[in-house]
C-alpha cells in the first residue's frame, strides 16, 4: 500500500511542476491543497517583508506581462495584512504592514500625479463596515493627504474612496439613526443604519456634497431578511438594510450608488433626488436581455463606463448609460437565493428615456463555473481586459474584453488571460485570506526616499540587496573599497568616500531580492548601487564589511533558539512516550553511546576488544523492557488459546 501511495504522489508532483520557462510560480493541484501552507509566503534575507506566494493557476505570456497588481491581503491567517504591490509575474514591488488591515487600495490621480489611496483603521472592520481614515500617499511612499469625513462623530467608512477628476474625493459614511424598524419585522423603536455620501475637497477638506439613504429609500426595499446580529436594538446593532459599497459620478454629474443590502444601482441628482433605481424592488427599467440584465443580487463596485448617442434612421438621438459592476451572486446574510450560481462581471446598457436595460456583456471564469464569493469583490474595465476581483475568495482573473462590445447581442464575454491566487482554495473556501477589491495598474513609478536594504551572509559567501518600492532600477552593482582606498578618497574629496568603491560586479534586476556571491579576492567594504536603464545611479546602500561577518549575538540567538527548540522537542517526544517506551529509549540511547565509545576506542585509539562488545551486548540484553515475553515477545497468558473445547 505505502508504494503505491509514493508512487501516486510522485505521479501529482511530476504533474505538477512548477512553470519556469516564462519565471511564473504556478503549481496546479499542490498549491490548492495546501502543500506549501494555507498561506504561502516569501521570505526575503535583506528585508522583514513576507508578502503572499503568489500562484499563477492560468497565465499568457503575451497578454499578462505588462503591469501591478495591487492588493491588500487580510484574514484570520494573514499575518502581513497591508497594502502591496505586485509585478506582473507576482515579484513584491512594495510593501507596507505598518497601516494594518487596508481596503480598497488602489492607484488614482489627482491633478495629474498619481498617488496610492485606501481606507485603513486599528479597529478594522465592523459589523461589515469601518470607522477609520483614508491615506493618499505620493510616488515615494510618503504621506501626502489624510481625509476624514465632515460632520461632528463620523468616521470614514472601508467601502469607498474615490478621487474624482474635479480635484474632490466620494466616501461613504455608516451612522446609526433611531427607526421605526415594524416594516422588516423589527421593533417600533429600533435603530437603522443609515448611508451617507459624501463628497470632499481633497486640498481643503471642505463637503462638498452629502446624500443619506435614510432620507430618500424605505426600509421595506431591503431584500435582507430581519435575522442576524444587527437587530436593530441599540445603536451598535444598527440593521443595516442598504449597506452602501461604491459610488461613482456619471459624465453629467449625478452619483451612482450601489446598495448591496437592496440589490440595486441608483443614480442620485446633484440635488439630491433619485433619479432612477437599477434592479432590486424599486427596479424601474424594463429588461431587454430576458431577465439578465436586473437580476443580479448582492452586487459590488458599480461604475460608470461610458455615454453614448446613437440616432436612427429618422435622425432621432438616443442616449445610453453603460455601468460595469460585479455581481456576487452571493451573500453571508439571510436573503433570497440569486438564480446565479457563480460570481460574474456584468456591462449592462440603459436607455434612461425608454428605461430599458440590456445586459451588453457577461464575464466569469469557465474553469471556476460555480465560483460565487460571498462578500466584497470589484470588476476594472482597462481597454483590452476586464480585472475581477472576488474579494471574499482571494483570487484575480483577467479576461479579454470583446471588439464587440458595443453589441446588443450579449455573450459570455472574453477567454481568460490571467488568473492570480493569493492563498490556496482550500483556506480562500473558508475566508480566512480575502482582498476587498483587486487592481491593475498599466503604470506606476516608485521612488522611495529610504535607501537601498542590504544583508552579508558570511558563511554562505552572500551579499543580497532589495529595495522596497523602487520600480526604476533596472540593474545592481556590486562596489567595493579597501580601508586605505577609503581614507585616500576621504582626504581627496574633503570627507566624503564615494571615489573610493570601484564596481565589482553587475547583476540584472530580476527580482524583489538579488543576491551576490562574495569571495575572499574581493575588498574589505562592499556596498550595492542602484542603476536605473539610463546608466545613472539612483541609489547605494549602507557599507558593509565582508570581514564582520555575522554579530556575536546573533550567533548566540541563533544557538539558543535551536537549543530550546531541540529540548522542547525531547520533552514532547518523551511525554507521549508510556513509562515502558521511556525506559526503552533511554536503553537503547545508552546502548548507543556504549557501542559508540567502544567502536571509537578501537578505531581512533587501537583499542579493539572483542570481549567489550559483548560485555556491551549482554549488560543492556538484560535490560530490555520486553524481559521475561514469550514467543515472539507475546506474555505467557497472551499465549493461551481464547476457547477451550
Known sequence: MIPVLLWL????????????????????????????GLYPTTRFKSSELTPPRLNFAQWDEQRCS????????????????????????????????????????QMQSHRGRDYLTFWSSPEGSIHGYGRGTYYMLDSSYELFR?????????????HEFRLTDRGTALITVYNPVPADLTPVGGPAEGWALDCLVQEIDVDTGALVFEWRAAAHV???????????????????????FFHLNSVDVDGAGNYILSARHTSSILCVSPRGDILWTLGGKANGFRDASGGRATDFMYQHDARYYHQNQHHDGDGNATHTLTLSLFDNAAAERAG?????????????????????ATLVREYADPANPRRAALSQGSMQVLDDRVVL?????????????????????????????????????????????????????????????????????????????????ATEVRRWVLQGAEWADLLESASATGGGAEAGFVD??????????????VGSHMPRYLRVAAVDGDGVVLARSRILDRRAGKPFWKRVREVLVWGVGAVAFILVVLAVLRRRGRRALWESSARGLAFLAAGWDC?????????RLAAVERRYAALRWWKGKGRDGAAAHEMEPMYRD
Open 66 to 105: 505588462e503591469g501591478y497588481y495591487l492588493v491588500a491581503q487580510k484574514g484570520k491567517i494573514v499575518s502581513d495584512p497591508g497594502p502591496t504591490i505586485f509585478d506582473a509575474r507576482g515579484e513584491l514591488v512594495w510593501a507596507d504592514h505598518s497601516y494594518g488591515v487596508v481596503f480598497n487600495f
Open 218 to 240: 424605505a426600509l421595506a426595499d431591503t431584500v435582507r431578511a430581519f435575522a442576524g446580529e444587527d437587530d436593530g436594538t441599540t445603536p451598535e446593532t444598527a440593521f443595516d
Open 389 to 469: 476581483g472576488y474579494g471574499w475568495l482571494p483570487f484575480i482573473t483577467e479576461l479579454s474584453t470583446s471588439s464587440s462590445s458595443s453589441s446588443s447581442d450579449s455573450d459570455d464575454g472574453g477567454h481568460v488571460l490571467c488568473a492570480v491566487e493569493l492563498a490556496p482554495w482550500i483556506s480562500a473556501r473558508w475566508g480566512l485570506v480575502n482582498n476587498y477589491r483587486a487592481f491593475k495598474a498599466q503604470r506606476w513609478v516608485g521612488t522611495p526616499t529610504a535607501p537601498p536594504d542590504v544583508h552579508l551572509d558570511a558563511g554562505a559567501g552572500r551579499v543580497y540587496v532589495s529595495w522596497n518600492g
Open 603 to 611: 578505531a581512533v585509539r587501537g583499542l579493539c576488544d572483542g570481549d
Open 146 to 158: 489624510k481625509l476624514e469625513p465632515a460632520g461632528e462623530g463620523l468616521r470614514g467608512d472601508l
Open 9 to 36: 504522489l510522485l505521479t501529482v508532483v511530476a504533474f505538477d511542476a512548477q512553470v519556469r520557462a516564462y519565471d511564473v510560480f504556478s503549481s496546479a493541484y499542490l498549491y490548492e491543497f495546501g502543500w506549501y
Open 336 to 356: 433570497p437565493a440569486s438564480p446565479h450560481d457563480h460570481s460574474r462581471g456584468l456591462l449592462l446598457r440603459l436607455d434612461t428615456e425608454a428605461m430599458t
Open 504 to 517: 565589482l560586479e553587475d547583476v540584472v534586476k530580476e527580482s524583489f531580492e538579488t543576491a551576490f556571491a
